[in-house]
């Protein structure tokens, strides 16, 4: 993916959280994140060690700081109950992984088209996310 979006927009900046405890980090500007940029979208695995990416999308839908922040489910899950829970929980898109190469270089293009491209996005200063 980070290649994809280096190749297809070189100003995009593609942070990764290796679990959910610093995906929440990253997002209330803890630790080694205190200088954080806020993310304009989020693209949130469902198996997450540490802390489950429902959990992790429950928490940033229920902040006002970061609820306006698009959230899409990106997992190998086809689970109705993991559809129907993400969208419970406010996510702005249930994206089931791709395959193949050629399938996440469509993805990843269509998400650049639309969302880092043609969506205005609020820009807000970051501040700092209530545990």
Avoid at 3 to 16: F, M, S
Avoid at 27 to 50: C, E, F, M, S, T
Avoid at 52 to 76: C, D
Avoid at 106 to 111: C, D, E, G, H, P
């Amino acid at each position: 993916m980070r290649e994809i979006l280096r190749e297809i927009n070189p100003t995009a900046r593609l942070q990764v959280a290796t679990d959910g405890a610093e995906a929440m980090d990253f997002l209330q500007y803890q630790g080694r994140y205190l200088v954080a940029p806020r993310p304009h979208v989020i693209l949130l695995d469902l198996n997450l060690p540490k802390l489950h990416g429902r959990e992790v999308l429950a928490r940033v839908k229920a902040n006002p700081q970061s609820r306006a922040i698009p959230v899409f489910v990106l997992t190998s899950s086809e689970e109705e109950c993991d559809v129907e829970s993400s969208s419970q929980l406010m996510a702005n898109s249930y994206l089931r992984k791709p395959g193949n190469l050629d399938e996440w270089e469509q993805m990843v293009i269509s998400l650049n088209n639309f969302w880092l491209t043609q969506v205005k996005l609020p820009q807000r200063e970051h501040a700092a996310l209530p545990s």
